[in-house]
């Protein structure tokens, strides 16, 4: 049996690195064990050596499933440079190709193979599977699995179901960098993983710095900042086809290299422009999100999102793309509240049932709460995929670095609380803002809240503040919208807290100004 001592070995020898990283040992020697595990760690974290190692160790294929074409590629050329027999089967290969490395898949060439989750659907291939000598099967992005995933795939669900057909299959390991709760006891669950043999270094990325900027001209701010970073590459990510034809030619226009990518595009064009991007041809990418999934470039120094994108779990996933080389590395959003309105309507359009759509919608109200949050952005998110060690603000992000102290709006909370307590809670933040503002709006007098006693009581105050104060009492839990498609205020125990005088509310000062963000060609 191989033992630990020969994985630090191979470390030092084949990778050239001392020492192993967080989760990284541990997920080994689980391995070593023959015990299924689960890893969960960050982009960038090194989850590829969790299982290249063991694959080195142990006798027989290691399978390795992946979703991500274009990145098996990748990994196998790197094992065959440090001489460790790899390839790969998936959709790319020409028949010729596929059957001969099937041939020596099954005389027991490889050590390692990297497979498409869709292969295991072919009767041949799942044949041919079952009669090697599997070392053990790891599956990268093991999010796809869980049906609570943000990148659900049913393909890989149903590769569980078959490889408990194989005859033997010494342990699974799953690894993945984006995992709710819900998720991780879903791979728990569906590949036998105990908790103890869940590895979980959290998501915190300490090289990135978030920045929320509201209130801007988008084209304006994208166009300054890829020429305040000239040598940078970056990655600006748009919500629709046509918006990122727009900033592409408007950079275009601008000189700058630029590539840009979307579904629309035909297979050979996004092919090219990738390359372009990936061998720094173009510095700058602009994309949908069908851009980046196996996507491997290190030295991405920004990502732009030009609006709000649908939940948490896609922006960390996609601003996380910056700095995978550790280096300092810029994510800003660029929200605007139409970008709710949009994300509402992509939602609307969607294939999905009504079950599904107020789960998405669930999420695009946490996604719409980090928008106004004054809290520290990263401690947001790191609170939102329930990573409860205590971490410290990241003293880098919009709201850190704001230099607004916290002040007492425990007063203007209560007119806002008492308010949606006389609208009796059944009503949204635009219609809650017209009451508080005294707007002379013909529903204001149709529901006949111009009687309110809360009627103009904030009317110093322009309504999109209004809004924005009670977008803020939603990000900080005063207040509920529920998960339906038009948000009803409602009132949490936190709320009634507050207007029984028994909590009292600071926040900081909430700019719709710009905020800086970080020029690192001269800091
Ligand atoms: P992930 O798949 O988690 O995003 P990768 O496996 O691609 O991350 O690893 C990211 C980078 O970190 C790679 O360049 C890899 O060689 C490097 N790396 C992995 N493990 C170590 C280690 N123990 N020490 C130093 N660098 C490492």
Redesign the pocket.
């Known amino acids: 049996m191989a033992t630990f001592e020969e994985s630090l070995d191979i470390?030092k020898r084949y990778?050239g690195?001392?020492?192993?990283?967080p989760g990284?040992a541990e997920l080994i020697r689980r391995s070593l064990n023959k015990e299924n595990s689960l890893g969960i760690?960050?982009?960038?974290?090194?989850?590829?050596?969790?299982y290249q190692i063991p694959g080195m160790l142990e006798q027989g294929t290691a399978l390795i499933i992946s979703p991500l074409i274009s990145l098996m590629k990748d990994q196998v050329d790197s094992l065959l440079t440090i001489g460790i027999k790899a390839t790969y089967i998936n959709s790319t290969l020409t028949k010729e190709d596929y059957i001969e490395r099937m041939q020596q898949m099954q005389r027991g060439a490889y050590d390692f193979v990297y497979i498409a989750p869709e292969r295991f659907d072919h009767h041949g291939f799942f044949d041919a599977v079952s009669r090697i000598n599997i070392s053990f099967i790891a599956f990268?992005e093991a999010h796809c699995i869980s049906q609570w995933g943000h990148d659900f795939r049913p393909s890989y669900r149903s590769i569980v179901e078959r490889i408990k057909q194989l005859p033997l299959v010494p342990f699974i390991m799953a690894?993945t960098?984006t995992a709710t709760p819900e998720v991780i006891k879903d791979i728990q669950s569906l590949l036998a993983i105990s908790d103890e043999n869940t590895i979980n270094t959290g998501f915190k990325r300490d090289n990135l710095h978030f920045h929320i900027l509201k209130g801007q001209d988008k084209q304006t701010f994208i166009k300054d900042y890829v020429s305040h970073h000239a040598t940078d590459s970056g990655i600006i990510y748009c919500p629709t086809r046509k918006n990122v034809e727009l900033v592409h030619g408007m950079l275009l226009k601008k000189g700058v290299k630029v590539a840009y990518y979307h579904a629309g595009l035909p297979e050979d064009k996004r092919v090219k422009e990738q390359n372009k991007f990936i061998t720094d041809e173009a510095m700058v990418m602009v994309a949908t999100n069908a851009f980046g999934m196996g996507i491997?470039k290190?030295n991405v120094r920004f990502v732009i999102h030009h609006s709000m994108p649908m939940n948490i779990e896609s922006y960390y996933q996609e601003a996380g793309r910056a700095g995978?080389?550790g280096e300092p590395s810029d994510c800003v959003l660029l929200f605007s509240p139409q970008d709710i309105q949009l994300q509402k309507f992509l939602i609307e359009q969607s294939q999905l049932d009504d079950e599904k759509k107020q789960q998405e919608y669930k999420k695009l109200q946490s996604m719409t709460s980090y928008c106004y949050t004054d809290q520290c952005l990263i401690r947001y998110m790191l609170q939102y995929f329930k990573d409860t060690r205590a971490h410290n603000d990241c003293e880098m992000c919009t709201n850190c670095t704001a230099g607004t102290e916290k002040v007492d709006r425990t007063v203007d909370a209560q007119k806002v609380l008492s308010c949606v307590m006389r609208m009796n809670q059944r009503f949204g933040a635009t219609l809650t803002a017209k009451v508080l503002k005294g707007s002379k709006d013909q529903k204001i007098k149709q529901f006949n809240f111009d009687q309110l006693s809360t009627y103009g009581l904030m009317k110093h105050l322009t309504e999109k503040q209004i809004t924005q104060f009670i977008h803020l009492l939603v990000a900080e839990g005063y207040l509920e919208t529920g998960d339906q498609r038009f948000p009803v205020l409602s009132l949490t125990q936190k709320a009634v807290d507050v207007l029984k005088n028994k909590e009292s509310v600071w926040l900081r000062q909430q700019t719709i100004k710009e905020a800086e963000v970080t020029d690192y060609n001269t800091a």
Do not use: N
Not at 41 to 50: A, D, E, H, R, V
């Open positions: 470390l990778f690195y001392d020492q192993f990283r990284q760690m960050p982009t960038g974290g090194g989850k590829s050596l969790c990268d690894l960098a491997d290190s995978r080389d």
